[in-house]
Every structure is written in structure tokens, then in C-alpha cells.
């Protein structure tokens, strides 16, 4: 038996799922999938007829782009025949010296200054540079071997010769115009203009136009975007590959291809890109998407490609299916709204004609009910009375078990306790008739002292038999008790037996005030003492220990003794009323019942305890009524 009671818990029912419930859900699902739906329809729609409009926007910007491109890379087209105007030129060819190179280099580099282009040089027939307007440059082509170039081997067969490269000695790119330079319609050398092409990326970058070249290779020339020159639009066949590293066209670039994160073709010269914002990471987490268009020029073999970025497109078209979403979300809500009021209506009237008829059927049910229930109160008055009946009855018996087992501790105490009055009437006789003879005789300070005896005497008895009033009168159930003050009036009234069989007593407890009246705490103790004694009667060296300890609230006095146990068959029947261990008549077997009983009551347990090196333990938990105890003496 243990003092703190342990609560059960209720375990939860299993949840299910009404039917009602599950109707609301499914219906609820299919409302989020239709707006979902709809907004979605609405952003492809919106993005559709968005793109349309870029696209239409785009071929305008595209051809006038186109025609500005075309007319910078023109500009500088009459250049090469120019040469053949100065005489200086075609002797320098005819028959080369250095005053007339000194000669032709000065014109050419006053020529390349007040035309604004890169530099302008002469090869003969056999492709060296004999003239050059950078012939003051540490990189200047004066001397180099250039007859590899397509453009002068276009040029030396009277072709005009139009090539974009990357120069072999500088490393810079360049748009190259060549021109074959006649005498008498024969090619006695070739003119070289090459071109700065970075002003056009330059405009493009301060108008914020994205937009590449592409010649006609498929490799970008010209780009707003610094990362994407150079790459290839598409990937090179190593045929391709091998034929532009032979031409050092484009010097030792290793021509990487442009791999766009997506690609959605819409007609032959359109196309949905999709780029990494930064093309050297092609990280796919930060991509913009193009529209990209393209145009071939008239002028050369090159192609013009316009990105128009479709983020605005598709924030317009992600707004766009928001409005479409939250307009199907309103009209559903409508819907909704409209339905459950027809039905809140059709149940309104429905719920007031089945009111009508159940007001009707309860107002008969009322009147059946009524009888019945009058019928079922007289009844449970009855169970009441009897109940309490009942109740007083079971106290009232009780009570009077209570009080038997103190007659009964009692009687076990008659023989102590007629003892205890015995040597104080005796003492009494024999003073008493010594008084007199002393008192005749005149001593009267003989006569005081055993007065003064006599007085001493008669007190004694009265404590006996006070303590027996105390401890046999009847008790309430409230109240508040002093342990120590309990535990001194127990011991007080086993003086006798304590006497008659020595024990060695060791009390380790603390002092404290216990929510129980004060004479069953000490009928409990006189119990648990007894039935002690009693057990540790055949015992050579009887020893009983007191201890206690305060926790949570809870006092726990533990009254142990050194007997021999209870046997294990017995222990079952240890509480049971009218049973008992003791031989002959000892007792009534209601001591521990009773003492039980009384710690329930008082909001306490009465636990026994089997230690291993034997005896038994009885422990007493009853609740404290003050917080901390004071610490009393502890072993006797």
C-alpha cells in the first residue's frame, strides 16, 4: 500500500471522419484546384498575347537596329580604294625603299587619325605588310606575314574582302576591309582598314539593348552582354573547329558554345531563351529569360539577334492570372454563398413543419414523462432515506468497533494497569495507618512527610486513570494533532508493559502537526506499539525502532520491530477485520483494521513492509497541516 494514490488516464477515442465532413473537404480541394486552374490559364493566356506584342515591338527595334549596324560597318567601306589615289602607294608597291615606306606611313597615319579607324596598312602581292599607320606602335604590323588571312586572299583575287578576326599581334578584334589596289588593271598590292567595332557595343550599352552579332560562323562578334563574346550561337563540328583554328581567325580563342538553361523555338528566326545571369557560373538559380530575334544584314554575312528580357512580361502575366484566380475564387464564393442560402431557406421551412409535428408528439411526451418521473422521484426519495439510513447505521457501527478495539487495548492493559494501582493503594494503606500512630504519638514532621507521600500517590493514580478516559472517549473525524504529544501519551499508558518487558527503544523522528485528531492518532500509535510488543514476546533482545520523515506534504512514521515476521500466507489477510496471529484471546483482530480506517479517513494510508533482516514494518502516511517540522531527539 503506498501513500500517494496514482490517477488513471482516460484513453482517447479513435478519431473518424464524418461523411459531412468529408463532402466539405473534397469540396473544398476541388475549389483550390479550379482557382489554381483558372489563374493558371490566365498567366499562359496573358504571357501568350504578351510575347505577341513583344514579338510585333521587337521587329521594329530589330530592323532599325539592324540598319544603324549596317550603316556603321559601311562607313568606313570607301577607305581601302582610296589608296589607290596616291601615287606615293603604288610606287611604294612598284618598287619599295625606305623613303618611300617613311613616306607612305606618315599618309597612312594621318589618313587612320582623321578617319577614326583602327589602322590602315598595304601587303603586296606576297601578303607582307609593307606600310602601316601604327608603324610608331612597339605592336605594329610593319613586316608580318598576313597572306593566311581570308580577307587578303579575297582582296589579291579582286574580290572586296570582308572579314571579322582577332588580330594575330595584338590580340584585339577588328572588322577588316580589304580592297585590291590596280595599275593598269593589274593587282600590284593590297589595302587593309580595320575597323573598331567597340562604339557599337558601347551605344548599346548606354541605350540598355541587349543584343549580339553573329558572323557567318555562328560565332558572337558583337555583344552588349562582355561574357558572351566570342561563343559560339551553336555547337562547332570539329571540322568547323579545325578550320578556324588554321585561319587564326579568331586567334587561339577556344570558341566555348552558348548553352542556354532552355530553349523554345517559335518560328524560324524567334526564340524563347533562357540565360544565366552570369554565363561564366551558369548557375540555373538566377536565369532571365530573352525573346530573341534575328536578322540577317544585307551588307555582310552577319546576323543580328535582339533579347527583349520577358521578366516584365511574366510579372504582367503572373498578375494577370492572380486577377483571373481571384475572380474565380469570387464568383465560387458567390456560388457558394447563393447555394447555402437556398438551403439555409428549403431547411428553415422543412426544420418549422417538423417543429410543428415534434412540438405536438413532446407536448404528449411531456405529459407521459412527467408521471414517470414523478413516479421515479418518490422512488429515489426512498433510495435517499435509506441510503442515509444506511450511512448512519455503518458510522454508528463504526464508531462502536472503534471504540470496542480501545476497550479491547484496554483489557490487554488491565493487568499493567491494575499493577500500577496496586503499589500506590498499598502504599497508601500502610502510610495511612502510620499517620495515625505517628499522629497520636505527636511527631507531626513524620506526619507531613507521609502526607506529602500519600498526595504524591493519589496524583499518580489520577494520571493513570485520566490517560485511560483520554484514550477510551469517542473522537471526530477533523481535527489537528501534535505527534509528539501522541507518541509520549502511548508510550505512557505501555509503561507498565514496557516495564514488565524490557525493550531497547530508538526513536529517530521529527516533531510535527498531523490532520487528525489527537486521540485516534494516539489509538493508532497504542495499536501499532502493542501489536509490536506482542510480536517480539519470545524474542531474547526485543528492539523497536520510532522514524519518521516529512515530504511533499506527507508525514511517514515507520514502527518497526525484530520479531519474527508474518508468514507469507498470512500477509493477505493482514487488514481484514477479526483476524488475527495472536494465540488464545489475545485479541479481537480489529486493531490494524480499525487503525487503517482511521489514516483513510484522515486523508493517510497504512502500509506494511517485510525488511530483509526481518520483523515487520508498519509505515503511517498522514498529511501535515504546517510546512516544516521541528526536529525532536533522536535515538532513546
Same mark, same amino acid.
Given at each position: ?53 513583344? #514579338? ?8 532599325? @537596329? ?8 559601311? #562607313? ?41 579607324? /583602327? ?24 613586316? $608580318?606575314?598576313?597572306?593566311? /588571312? ?19 599581334? !595584338? ?70 573547329? #579545325? ?7 579568331? @586567334? ?6 552558348? %548553352?542556354?538553361?532552355?530553349? %523554345? ?27 530573341? %530575334? ?66 405536438? @408528439? ?5 405529459? $407521459? ?21 444506511? $450511512? ?5 457501527? *463504526? ?48 506526619? !507531613? ?45 505501555? *509503561? ?26 494516539? *489509538? ?113
Amino acid at each position: 500500500m503506498q501513500c500517494p494514490s496514482s490517477s488513471l488516464r482516460a484513453v482517447p477515442p479513435a478519431l473518424t471522419v464524418k461523411p459531412r465532413l468529408l463532402r466539405h473537404l473534397l469540396l473544398t480541394v476541388l475549389m483550390l484546384l479550379l482557382v489554381l486552374g483558372c489563374g493558371y490559364a490566365g498567366y499562359l493566356i496573358s504571357e501568350k498575347f504578351a510575347i505577341a506584342a513583344l #514579338t510585333d515591338s521587337g521587329e521594329r527595334q530589330l530592323g532599325l @537596329h539592324a540598319r544603324a549596324l549596317e550603316s556603321e560597318i559601311s #562607313t568606313h567601306t570607301y577607305l581601302p580604294s582610296l589608296l589607290e589615289l596616291e601615287s606615293g602607294v603604288s610606287q611604294l608597291l612598284l618598287n619599295p625603299s625606305e623613303a618611300r615606306r617613311l613616306k607612305v606611313n606618315r599618309y597612312l597615319e594621318g589618313l587612320n587619325r582623321r578617319s577614326g579607324s /583602327r589602322a590602315i596598312f598595304l601587303l603586296d602581292l606576297g601578303g607582307r605588310v609593307q606600310a602601316t599607320s601604327n608603324w610608331r606602335d612597339a605592336d605594329s604590323f610593319q613586316g $608580318e606575314d598576313l597572306s593566311f /588571312r581570308a580577307y587578303y586572299q579575297d582582296a589579291v583575287q579582286g574580290k572586296p574582302g570582308r572579314f571579322f578576326g582577332v588580330g594575330s599581334t !595584338t590580340g584585339e578584334p577588328g572588322y577588316y576591309l580589304a580592297h585590291g589596289l590596280r595599275q593598269r588593271d593589274k593587282i600590284i598590292g593590297v589595302a587593309v582598314v580595320k575597323v573598331r567595332l567597340e562604339p557599337i557595343e558601347q551605344r548599346w550599352a548606354r541605350a540598355r539593348l541587349q543584343a549580339y552579332v553573329s558572323d557567318e560562323n555562328g560565332i558572337i562578334i558583337l555583344s552588349s552582354d562582355p561574357a558572351l563574346r566570342l561563343k559560339s550561337i551553336r555547337p562547332l563540328s570539329e571540322q568547323t573547329r #579545325t578550320r578556324l583554328a588554321s585561319s587564326l581567325q579568331y @586567334h587561339w580563342t577556344r570558341l566555348d558554345a552558348l %548553352q542556354p538553361l532552355a530553349r %523554345q523555338p517559335l518560328d524560324s528566326n524567334t526564340e524563347l531563351l533562357t540565360l544565366a545571369a552570369n554565363p561564366t557560373q551558369n548557375d540555373p538559380t538566377q536565369a532571365v529569360s530573352y525573346l530573341a %530575334q534575328t536578322r540577317r544584314l544585307e551588307a555582310s554575312p552577319w546576323s543580328f539577334t535582339l533579347l527583349s528580357p520577358l521578366q516584365d512580361v511574366r510579372r504582367q502575366a503572373i498578375s494577370q492570372g492572380v486577377l483571373a484566380a481571384v475572380a474565380v475564387a469570387l464568383l465560387a464564393f458567390l456560388l457558394i454563398a447563393w447555394n447555402q442560402r437556398r438551403k439555409v431557406i428549403a431547411t428553415r421551412l422543412a426544420a418549422r413543419e417538423a417543429l410543428q409535428q415534434a412540438n405536438d @408528439h413532446l407536448e404528449r411526451k411531456i405529459a $407521459e414523462r412527467t408521471r414517470s418521473l414523478r413516479a421515479s422521484n418518490d422512488r429515489l426519495k426512498a433510495q435517499i432515506r435509506e441510503r442515509r439510513q444506511a $450511512e448512519e447505521t455503518l458510522r454508528k457501527a *463504526q464508531d462502536s468497533l472503534v471504540q470496542a478495539g480501545k476497550l479491547a487495548v484496554i483489557g490487554q492493559l488491565s493487568t499493567s494497569i491494575a499493577h500500577e494501582l496496586n503499589q500506590p493503594l498499598a502504599a497508601l494503606r500502610t502510610l495511612s495507618g502510620n499517620t495515625m500512630r505517628f499522629l497520636q504519638r505527636g511527631a507531626l514532621d513524620t506526619v !507531613t512527610s507521609n502526607l506529602a507521600t500519600i498526595n504524591q500517590l493519589v496524583d499518580r493514580m489520577g494520571r493513570i486513570t485520566a490517560s485511560l478516559r483520554a484514550f477510551a472517549r469517542r473522537a471526530d473525524d477533523g481535527g489537528e494533532a501534535q505527534l509528539g504529544k501522541a507518541m509520549d501519551a502511548a508510550l505512557f499508558l505501555l *509503561q507498565g508493559r514496557l516495564q514488565q518487558t524490557p525493550v531497547q527503544l530508538h526513536t529517530n523522528f521529527a516533531d510535527a502537526r498531523l490532520a487528525i485528531d489527537q486521540t485516534r492518532l494516539e *489509538q493508532i500509535l497504542v495499536n501499532l506499539l502493542v501489536n509490536a510488543l506482542d510480536a517480539m514476546q519470545a524474542q531474547p533482545e526485543r528492539q523497536l525502532w520510532l522514524s519518521g520523515q516529512a515530504a511533499d506534504g506527507v508525514y511517514r512514521l515507520q514502527v518497526r520491530d525484530n520479531g519474527p515476521g508474518i508468514p507469507l500466507a498470512l500477509r493477505k489477510h493482514l487488514f481484514e477485520p477479526f483476524f488475527t496471529t495472536k494465540p488464545g484471546e489475545q485479541g479481537l483482530g480489529l486493531g490494524l483494521t480499525l487503525s487503517a480506517s482511521l489514516a483513510v479517513a484522515a486523508a493517510g494510508s497504512l502500509a506494511v513492509q517485510y525488511p530483509e533482516a526481518g520483523g515487520t514494518a508498519f509505515e503511517l502516511c498522514l498529511p501535515l497541516t504546517t510546512p516544516s517540522p521541528v526536529e525532536s531527539p533522536t535515538d532513546a
